[in-house]
Structures are given as C-alpha cells and as structure tokens.
C-alpha cells in the first residue's frame, strides 16, 4: 500500500510550452485520484511520468516518501493496467496471473505462486475461470485479469490511461462500475488518466482537473461540481454544462439577459469596478415556475425555441440575444472554456412533468443562491 506525492513537478518537451506545469498533488494511500481535462492537457504525460517512461523535468515525484525521480519504472513497484490489457492470448487465465512472478525466476516456488495467484482470483471472482484463454473473457474479465497480475506483483499502485476510451458506451458503463468495485474492495492506491467527466465523477475519490498543464482544482466531485474555483472547470465538469451569460454590474444589481438580480453584499464588494461579469448556472437550477415555484427566486418570461424529452427529464433551450458591448468579454469566455464554446442559449433541465413545448413563451425560476459568478478575464468563481 502506498501514497504517492508530486511536488511541483514540470514536465517540458524541448524547449517549448511545459505540457505539466507545476502541478503538486499529493494521492493518499488507497485513494481513487483522477487525472482529467481536455485533449494535450498533459494527463497522460503525467501519469507516464509517475510510473517512469517519460522523464521529469524538474519537480519531486515521492512514493512511499522516498523520492523516485531517477528509479527505474520496474523498481517503482506500480502497475500500469494498459487499454488492451496487454494479455497472452495462448496462456490460460492462471498463466496470465502468474506471469510476473514466473518472469522473476527462482523468487518464487510453485506453491506460493499457488497460493498467490488463486488469492488475487478470488478476490477478483475469476477462480472459476482460470483455465480459460483471453479470447472465451468479457472485456471486463480481461480487464480483471490484468488488475490480477498487478495484484499478485503486490504492486503499490495501480495506473490506468483511458482504459476504456475504445469501449461502446454500455460496456464502458459495466466496466466503470466494476473498476470502481474492485478498486474499493481491493483498497489499493490508483490514479485514472480520462477525458471523461462522467467517469471522473463516478470513479474519484478525488479529481484533478488540468488544462494546459496546469492543475486547477483537486477536490471530490461533489466539490468540483458545486464549488468549481473557476470558469474552467465550471464549464467541464457537468452535463449539459453549466450555462454562462454576461452580466453588467449596476450598483447592487446584476443585469442578467433577461432579469436583474441582486447581489449579496460580499459579492457586490467584490465585483466592485467590474463592468461585466459572467454568470454562471445549471441547467437543473432553473424551473419551470408553474411546476416548480421557487419561493423568493427570480422569475422571467422567455421563449423557448427547442425542447428535448428524455422521459425521465426534458431539456428546454431558450436563445437569448448577446448585448453588443459585452462581446470582448465573449471572446475570452470562449478561450477560457478552451473550445467548450459560449452559448447564446440557456438550457433548462426541466422535470418530465412540464408541458413545454416549441415556441412556447414561458416563466422560469431560479434561486440566485445557485448563481455562480465569474471574473470574466481570470475566471475566478467570487461565489
Ligand atoms: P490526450 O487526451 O489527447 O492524450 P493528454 O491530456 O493526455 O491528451 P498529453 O499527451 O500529456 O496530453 O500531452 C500534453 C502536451 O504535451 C500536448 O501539447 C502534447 O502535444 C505534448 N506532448 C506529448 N508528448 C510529447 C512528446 N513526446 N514530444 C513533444 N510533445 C509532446
């Protein structure tokens, strides 16, 4: 068992921009921690440096509290479980366990690889399948049977990178849930290298979410999702995304596209000499007032030009026109959100019960406590 720290760690390919950019985290023993955020974000580049096939270019990388910068990747005890699960097609499910304990020769009797390799099968409900051959396995035995290896190499941790990215979406789902269960059951250190939020979500203990090479926020995904600390992870973690729309600042009030509303003192204080901010707030947040009334919220009236059943929920879009002088701030909303786009729409999950449909002109709630409100140029959350 093991944790393992990073310690402003940088990671530069030549001379160029760093790919990892001072990240420091610090992943408690049997902790589930996530890598996550866009493509070149440097998660993968990471991941590769904690298990050492990509050299760090300065920073500390400890495990265990001994510094393993210059170990070589087989005397850092960790088990990266490939997307392919890089398993031996013409050796038995018990082979493919035991492989690296017979590659390490003489260390270990037969019994004891026994012994080990029927332990770690039991624990991984694979005992009744050990004489069958990768190619008679479900996807998820497979990926059982590469954790077994780790498992029977007593690996400190386990890495993942993107082991499901070339999954259909229902395998993908079955195979999350039983990472996650095996993960808690086995209780062993991991981190998880993904581009997807959703397995970000289920899977983390804790998530980190990167962009660019640097770290933004570590926190649990409750955390991310209900105090990102910016526009950023605001707008990556969440589906749909969190809806963002300018707003001017005029004295106590924020001047929404369609509705003001006041601020609290403390945020009033600090938005103070900003023009505009943006303004952020989820889909679920806003109601249906005739379904949902939101005692003391904001109301308004719009029209809503597209609706989407999904028979457990439905989803109402409402275009809203940008106000013109608002549009230099736009343009850094969408760097910001890295590509993630800036709407002119907001999108309302409404309840199923809700008789919305196209065209409609209808009155909408929201409690401005669920307002996130952002720097329009640092992206820093004031709420
Ligand atoms: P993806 O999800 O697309 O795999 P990622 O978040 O894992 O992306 P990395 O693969 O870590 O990102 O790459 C981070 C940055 O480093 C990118 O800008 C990438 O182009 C660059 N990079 C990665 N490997 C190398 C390399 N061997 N040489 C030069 N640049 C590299």
């Known amino acids: 068992m093991s944790s393992i720290q990073l310690k402003n760690i940088v990671k530069k390919y030549g001379d160029g921009f760093p790919a990892v950019n001072d990240v420091s985290l610090d992943i408690a023993d049997g902790e589930f921690m996530i890598l996550v955020g866009p493509s070149g974000c440097g998660k993968s580049t990471l991941l590769r440096m904690v298990v050492g096939l990509e050299d760090i270019t300065s920073g500390d990388l400890e495990i265990n509290g001994k510094r393993v910068n210059d170990l070589a990747p087989r005397d850092r005890n960790l088990a990266m479980v490939f997307q392919n699960y890089a398993l031996y097609p013409h050796l038995t499910v018990f082979e493919n366990i035991a492989f690296p304990l017979r590659l390490s020769k003489g260390t270990h009797s037969e019994d004891e690889i026994q012994r080990k390799v029927r332990e770690a099968s039991k624990m991984l409900e694979l005992d009744d399948h050990l004489d069958r051959k990768p190619g008679n396995l479900s996807g998820g035995q497979r990926q059982r049977v590469a954790m077994g290896r780790a498992i029977v190499r007593e690996a400190d941790a386990f ?187 907001i999108v309302v999950n409404l309840d199923a019960r809700s008789q919305i449909f196209e065209g409609d002109e209808v009155e909408f709630a929201f409690d401005p406590a669920h307002m996130h409100v952002f720097d329009p140029e640092s992206g820093h959350n004031y709420t």
């Open 159 to 345: 890495l993942f990178d993107e082991p499901l990215s070339n999954l259909d979406a229902k395998l993908r789902g079955q195979m999350r849930t039983e990472i996650a269960r095996m993960q808690r059951r086995l209780g062993i250190t991991t981190i998880y290298v993904t581009h997807d939020q959703t397995e970000a979500m289920t899977l983390g203990d804790r998530v980190a979410v990167l962009k660019k090479g640097v770290l933004q926020q570590c926190a649990s995904p409750r955390e991310l999702y209900e105090q990102p600390v910016n526009l950023f992870v605001a707008g990556f973690i969440g589906s749909p995304p969190m809806n963002f729309v300018p707003a001017r600042v005029e004295g106590d009030q924020l001047r929404l596209p369609f509705v003001s509303v006041p601020m609290t003192p403390q945020l009033a204080a600090d938005v103070k000499g900003k023009d505009v901010v943006i303004v952020g707030i989820r889909p679920e947040y806003i109601k249906d007032a005739e379904v949902n009334p939101v005692s003391g919220g904001a109301t308004f009236r719009a029209l809503v030009d597209q609706t989407e059943w999904l028979g457990n929920e439905q989803y109402a879009y409402i275009p809203f026109e940008q106000d013109s002088s608002v549009q230099g701030h736009l343009d850094n909303l969408e760097k910001e959100l890295d590509g993630e786009g800036a709407r002119s729409q």
